[in-house]
């Protein structure tokens, strides 16, 4: 993962990361709930799509699963897309009836590629300081870090499969 820098001033949290895969795969792996769910949560834990529609207005509703069996919901509510190239949208935590905790926060997700290699640049700006630091409370640097690796390694494997 590299240059991942928290902005207090701003609220926000950039981060970007090279994979050695094509774009139309990376952009797959973050909108196919099949395959999002396979990287989306740091080891050991687990993500567990309960619905995903990935349109404008459209909501991805999802739990991350402790080893012990606990569920912590997320809502994600899709604002634009843009095909292959860059989406936004709102996330906020929830309890398993979709109710959301507010504030929540935005992400902005932008794609390119070059030869053969695709960047994602993650950008989230969090409607208050107090969420922006509970977030890397939480381990949000670590926890990344780590499902960039994971989505690293699954890339590797269904580039193979081509």
Do not use: C, H
Not at 13 to 20: A, K, L, W
Not at 77 to 106: C, H, Q, R, V, W
Not at 156 to 162: E, G, I, Y
């Amino acid at each position: 993962m590299n240059d991942f820098t928290v902005d207090k001033a701003t609220k926000t949290v950039t981060f970007s990361r090279e994979f050695d895969a094509d774009l139309s795969l990376v952009w797959d792996a973050y909108t196919k709930p099949e395959i999002l769910d396979q990287w989306w949560a740091p080891r050991p834990w687990t993500s567990r799509t309960k619905f995903m529609n990935f349109e404008v207005g459209g909501r991805r509703f999802y739990a991350m699963v402790s080893p012990d069996g606990q569920e912590f919901w997320s809502i994600q509510d899709y604002m634009a897309i843009s095909p292959k190239t860059n989406f936004k949208l709102l996330n906020a935590f929830a309890d398993k009836d979709e109710n959301p905790e507010l504030p929540g926060s935005e992400w902005d997700l932008t794609f390119s590629e070059q030869n053969g290699k695709t960047t994602v640049r993650v950008s989230i700006y969090n409607e208050s300081l107090e969420r922006l630091e509970k977030m890397l409370e939480m381990g949000f640097k670590e926890g990344t870090a780590m499902t960039q690796k994971n989505l690293d390694e699954l890339l590797a494997t269904l580039s193979q499969r081509k």
